[in-house]
């Protein structure tokens, strides 16, 4: 086994060195540089990428600057694998980027010299620059030891995500009002249970939720805690009173588990919710058997609506779907929901130079700056300037742009020249909150579902989200191992407790007793002394 290992790695080895490894780590050999044109690699993850090497933003800015990336792209797991394996070997490239690199990563490959400091280089930028000036990113991106290893990758998100949507056509077909707090949401879903007919023969499922992204402790918010596990609040880790605290041993997060476990013991619950999987969950909405379901947004679970009905009533989307209100548990005085950082979504580990390319490093900073330029950062979401969208006018300091009509496009065209195919979609960019789409002619008033929802959740946004943070390289380590024990025993407690197999009064004592034996109260300090 060792013997073949060091077959495959040397194999690798000879692979890159000879420079034949490109889009989707296939096809052909990269091009010569032209004169006076500096060319980088870099080892990045696509799951879309083309066999001719072709990213239309990318070759616009060889053109623009003389700085060409030679891809080394492929599909998440792969690259991940080429990752580890490029490092053990040392024949690593001179860049890496997108999903593959983590917090750990960056910590340890600094640590031993792998990837390089790059304010320096940062400061000589424009765009980058201004990116890294935004409030808050400079320190969220600043290591323990004081420099800053990858560029901020910054895009405007909805200040919520995740969060639970109803079936408003249901509603006024019962003749119910949209519900305001715990009870009358439960009383909602009995109705449903009861009086909405079955769909195709099947009976319909008063609430469900999306398995990859259920957090169901984010709803325990209606009780005024929010205890979930994802995002901003990583770890059920929240500020509280100005101090971050543990929400998974509070005493709302306990009632809301017993709430929940009684709608499940009432079959209002989707009786696979901890079992099933995201195709089975968007299985059951296409069908249209769902009340309620947590959601990035609804249209994620709901059949496909006729093209024509969505261009003369682009509500229709969305079927008569509607953001369930923050809920009011009884005795709250007022409830809570998760804060997705103030609306604006920052990635700490999408961009690393090694130590290969610390002759040329300006330049590959030079070639990422021109990535981070207003027009290009929107290129990489909307396609090209002029083939896919449109310039329109600077109104008090926000431009507006506006799509084109593509639907005479091949798929090929939209695919070369849409999210994912115009250019890497794992790498960092800069979207600015001033630059804002207009809708095209004749969806001026087509539904937008986050925007609704962000309205009606604003006012119960957690006041501060739970910082970014980074630990020394011992204790993100220690942080990571802790963590992921914590999490898969709060996971498991939660499907049983909610499912009835076990009580959360007769064992909240002992559930505490093991999360601190897993290490709660140390992950809890390894936290609080890094946000001070």
Not at 178 to 191: N, S, W
Not at 419 to 438: C, F, I, N
């Amino acid at each position: 086994m060792k013997l073949k290992k060091i077959l495959v790695l040397a194999a690798v080895s000879v692979l890159i060195s000879a420079g034949t490894l490109s889009a989707r780590g296939a096809g052909g050999t990269a091009a010569a540089p032209a004169a006076g044109e500096t060319t980088f690699t870099l080892l990045v993850d696509a799951d879309r990428g083309y066999t001719d090497g072709f990213y239309g933003l990318y070759d616009a800015i060889a053109k623009e600057i003389g700085v060409k990336v030679q891809l080394m792209n492929f599909p998440y797991q792969a690259a991940v694998e080429q990752k580890n394996i490029l490092l053990a070997t040392g024949n690593y490239p001179d860049a890496i980027g997108g999903w593959i690199l983590g917090d750990n990563d960056i910590m340890t490959l600094s640590a031993d010299g792998t990837i390089i400091p790059l304010e320096g280089y940062i400061a000589n930028t424009t765009n980058v620059k201004e990116a890294l000036a935004q409030p808050g990113v400079r320190q969220s991106m600043t290591l323990p030891d004081g420099h800053i290893y990858s560029p901020p990758y910054i895009v405007g998100e909805p200040l919520v995500s995740f969060n639970p949507w109803i079936n408003k056509a249901w509603l006024d077909q019962l003749g119910l009002k949209m519900p305001a707090t715990t009870e009358e949401f439960r009383q909602v879903l009995i109705a449903f249970r009861d009086k909405i007919p079955p769909v195709n023969g099947q009976k319909i499922i008063p609430f469900s939720g999306t398995p990859n992204n259920l957090h169901l402790g984010t709803l325990a918010g209606w009780f005024g805690v929010n205890a979930s596990g994802a995002a901003n609040n990583a770890g059920y880790f929240a500020v509280i009173n100005g101090r971050v605290e543990s929400t998974i041993i509070r005493p709302e997060y306990r009632e809301f588990i017993k709430y929940f476990a009684g709608l499940y013991k009432e079959g209002l619950v989707d009786a696979e919710l901890f079992t099933q999987n995201e195709e089975t969950w968007k299985a059951k909405g296409k069908q249209g058997l769902y009340g309620s379901s947590i959601a990035y947004g609804a249209g994620d679970f709901l059949a496909e609506v006729d093209p024509k009905v969505k261009e003369s009533d682009p509500s229709k989307n969305w079927q008569g779907w509607a953001p369930l209100p923050v809920l009011k548990a009884p005795g709250v005085a007022k409830p809570v929901f998760r804060n997705n950082n103030n609306g604006i979504t920052l990635f700490r580990t999408q961009f690393a130079i090694t130590d290969k390319a610390t002759a040329k490093a300006q330049k590959i900073l030079d070639w990422l700056d021109r990535v981070y330029d207003p027009i290009h950062s929107t290129e990489c979401d909307t396609g090209p300037l002029g083939r896919t969208w449109k310039m329109l006018d600077l109104v008090n300091g926000i431009q507006y742009f506006q799509g084109i009509d593509t639907s005479s496009w091949t798929q090929d065209e939209r695919d070369r020249n849409g999210w994912g195919g115009y250019s890497v979609a794992s790498l960092p960019k800069y979207r600015r909150p001033s630059w804002k789409e207009q809708p095209r002619p004749g969806w001026e008033n087509e539904y937008k579902e986050l925007d609704v929802r962000d309205a009606l959740y604003k006012p119960f946004l957690e006041a501060t989200p739970m910082p970014a943070l980074w630990l020394t390289e011992a204790n993100a380590k220690r942080a990571a191992d802790l963590q992921t024990a914590i999490t898969d025993y709060v996971k498991q407690k939660q499907a049983e407790w909610v499912s009835g197999q076990a009580d959360i009064d007769r064992e909240w004592d002992a559930y505490i007793a093991q999360l601190n034996r897993l290490g709660l109260q140390e992950l809890l300090q390894l936290k609080r002394a890094a946000v001070k």
